[in-house]
């Protein structure tokens, strides 16, 4: 089955403990993404990769980093978590636009709380 | 940049009826593609309906079907037949066309429009 899988669907985690929200797609996609959903806000990217090796920021990167070391994974780091950090987090794949890709696949979510 | 503006942040609907949640879009791009995203309670981001900028015709998904007017940069969604199942946060997305040199195919949402289906 097509799917983007995230790990874990939540946790709670003190200040300052870093971790790592694991992002996997099984479609060969080129394009990844993350995007953290805040009420009233709706979703915004933190970081986008093409392909492997390269990555960008979106708009809201700080406190966060990302790598993409393979094609089919692209983990999420909190390196040192503050509260403003809990949020729910998706991680998106989609084709290259370059052979018809337009829809973003997304992962189930990561509730994510910083105590 | 672009904006995606939602201004119903709340609706209801009884069942069987038909219900629009309206979204306007801010862009001085031509081409470009815009989404529909469906988020029930599980959480799970699920692709509603998609419509290409440079295609005239309103695209359609069964009893979902949108009013896209891009004079007016207007992309409602109608909901035909409305179903319980239907409960769910509604979201409007926005992408941008490619870029020479590679692209960020980023989605920039709205605030979503919470829709509840009453029996």
């Known amino acids: 089955e097509a799917q983007v899988t995230q790990n874990p669907r939540y946790l709670i985690t003190v200040t300052g403990k870093k971790l790592t929200v694991t992002c996997s797609q099984n479609?060969?996609?080129?394009?990844m993404s993350w995007y953290r959903q805040d009420p009233g806000l709706g979703l915004r990217q933190i970081y986008y990769?093409?392909?492997?090796?390269?990555?960008d920021k979106g708009d809201v990167p700080e406190g966060y980093k990302v790598s993409r070391k393979e094609k089919r994974n692209f983990p999420l780091i909190l390196e040192s978590p503050s509260p403003n950090q809990t949020s729910l987090y998706f991680c998106?794949?989609?084709?290259?636009?370059?052979?018809?890709?337009?829809?973003?696949?997304f992962g189930q979510g990561t509730r994510l709380t910083v105590v | 940049a672009q904006t995606v503006t939602q201004s119903q942040p709340e609706m209801s609907v009884q069942e069987a009826e038909t219900v629009t949640l309206s979204c306007t879009y801010d862009?001085?791009?031509?081409?470009?593609?815009l989404f529909w995203y469906k988020q029930p309670p599980s959480r799970q981001m699920i692709l509603v309906i998609r419509?290409?900028?440079?295609?005239?015709q309103n695209a359609t998904e069964n009893r979902f079907s949108v009013n896209f007017q891009k004079a007016a940069k207007s992309f409602s969604l109608k909901i035909s037949d409305s179903q319980l199942g239907d409960t769910a946060m509604y979201f409007c997305?926005?992408?941008?066309?490619?870029?020479?040199?590679?692209?960020?195919?980023?989605?920039?949402f709205g605030k979503g429009t919470l829709l509840t289906v009453n029996p």
């Open positions: 419509q290409e900028a440079y295609k005239q």
């Open positions: 862009t001085s791009e031509n081409n470009y593609y």
């Open positions: 997305a926005f992408m941008p066309p490619d870029r020479s040199g590679g692209s960020n195919y980023k989605l920039t």
């Open positions: 990769s093409m392909n492997v090796e390269v990555t």
């Open positions: 998106a794949s989609s084709l290259s636009r370059a052979v018809g890709g337009t829809e973003a696949f």
């Open positions: 479609m060969n996609h080129e394009y």
